[in-house]
């Protein structure tokens, strides 16, 4: 699981209602599969009957509890204080308690499937395995148990709880989330009061420089309030210095250490500005994705609510209500054939979770994106990998030095001469140094060539009696 899933509780417990349905599909395409591909039947075999059904029904229940779980927790998230704080490795941990002690009360709730669930019956030839329940059972509590007490039963635990559980959960993530498009709507920034808000600052700078807060900014307030302080003062330094040129100076002194304060009040006061302006986009940036993540989590969580009664509110109640629908002449293999179809559309809700999450989720669009990328690399790197090593061995194998010899057989007897050549870099000069004293004058020769790695060339040679001429 990725560290960015694992920031959110609601993504861990996706995460694991993922998983769950990723197996229970698995397991249903595999019985399908092996029935269709190698004719082997999970029912003919007492062991795979029984776990079969058991894997089917806790990998049902855990996945419907784990729904649960992620509505209960996305509930309580929009509703607290606090509902983006991150949590720590320790929280992660106590999730995954949770999700294990979930399977281990459902584990040991639906471990009478591989005990009891099933029967081998001999006909007198072979043994027969039927995988199912009937009244011809030894233990016949076993049978008032599975027809009597559990349909019910799992009617009202494993369907109508979680489905008042999710609708209740649901309400609250609908009602959180309008209240907080409502506050979004309401202080959102326009244009109206963008222009307002400049209009007043025009005004309150130009209502300074009459109406001063400090006397740095006009001298104004200089001249009507200090003038006496300000003649008093020149007279001083005239009578003490008795020159213009330190008084000149002075001025000078002081016109300087002003410009210096404000300009350092200005870098300042742009400094703060831009901080403020990124900590504010910054701020409008993460409640905006966090906005739109809490709108498609709970979009996805709506669809799955609804897909959860519309596709498994028929198998329920047709598993619960089979015995007073037919009669007890109706033909069975209509009955199974229907019930068959209900458990088809009730599969679907599982199978079609991913593709659910894939397109209301953008997070998990991201990361499934991201995965199939690094899978892609990785192979791309063992591809790239393994070409500079084939490219050195076969380098290794052409600079290596190699035996020759030549095979000439001859059209008179059909015997062979063989002769050892040591070569070493070209293979076309070793047909010269051959020694063809026992030719005939006219004939054709076919030489092969075989190097060390038992590879073969064989080429068709013309060769002429030269004492005749």
């Avoid at 709506?302 to 498994?312: A, D």
């Amino acid at each position: 699981m990725q560290r960015s899933l694992r920031c959110h509780s609601t993504f861990a417990y996706l995460a694991f209602l993922s998983l769950s349905n990723g197996l229970l599909s698995l397991v249903h395409f595999s019985k399908w599969m092996f029935n269709y591909y190698f004719n082997v039947s999970f029912e003919s075999f007492l062991l795979t009957c029984r776990l079969n059904r058991f894997l089917s029904d806790f990998l049902t229940h855990f996945s419907l509890f784990t729904l649960v779980c992620v509505n209960i927790d996305r509930a309580r998230t929009v509703t607290k204080n606090h509902p983006n704080r991150k949590y720590s490795k320790s929280k992660f941990q106590l999730i995954l308690m949770k999700e294990i002690l979930v399977a281990s009360i459902l584990c040991a709730f639906h471990f009478h499937w591989i005990i009891k669930y099933g029967s081998e019956v001999s006909n007198g030839e072979k043994k027969v395995v039927l995988c199912d329940f009937h009244d011809s059972q030894t233990t016949t509590i076993y049978y008032y148990f599975l027809t009597t007490i559990y349909p019910p039963f799992e009617l009202v635990v494993f369907f109508c709880l979680p489905l008042l559980i999710n609708i209740f959960c649901t309400i609250l993530i609908i009602r959180s989330l309008s209240m907080r498009m409502r506050t979004a709507e309401k202080f959102r920034p326009s244009k109206t009061n963008l222009q307002d808000k400049i209009i007043r600052r025009k005004s309150s700078r130009i209502l300074s420089y009459f109406i001063p807060t400090t006397a740095s900014k006009t001298n104004i307030h200089s001249c009507f309030c200090f003038q006496i302080q300000c003649r008093r003062h020149t007279n001083l330094r005239l009578k003490i210095g008795r020159t213009t040129r330190s008084l000149n100076k002075y001025h000078e002194e002081n016109k300087t250490i002003d410009r210096q304060q404000s300009i350092t009040s200005l870098s300042q006061d742009n400094q703060v500005q831009s901080t403020l302006k990124n900590t504010t986009g910054i701020l409008n940036k993460t409640h905006r994705t966090r906005r739109t993540r809490d709108i498609h989590l709970s979009a996805m969580l709506i669809s799955l609510n609804i897909l959860y009664l519309l596709l498994n509110l028929p198998f329920n109640l047709h598993q619960t209500f089979v015995k007073h629908l037919y009669n007890t002449n109706a033909d069975r293999c209509n009955i199974m054939f229907i019930s068959l179809l209900f458990d088809a559309l009730q599969q679907t809700f599982f199978t079609t979770n991913f593709f659910l999450y894939v397109l209301t989720n953008r997070r998990f669009r991201e990361e499934f994106y991201n995965t199939i990328i690094e899978i892609l690399t990785r192979c791309k790197q063992n591809s790239s990998r393994e070409k500079p090593n084939n490219y050195r061995h076969r380098k290794q194998m052409r600079s290596s030095s190699f035996n020759l010899s030549v095979t000439m057989r001859t059209n008179s007897n059909n015997d062979n001469q063989i002769v050892w050549i040591p070569v070493s870099q070209n293979g076309d000069s070793a047909i010269s140094d051959c020694d063809l004293t026992s030719t005939s004058p006219t004939q054709q020769q076919t030489i092969a060539l075989i190097n060390e790695n038992n590879k073969s060339n064989q080429k068709l040679v013309m060769f002429k009696d030269i004492s005749n001429d």
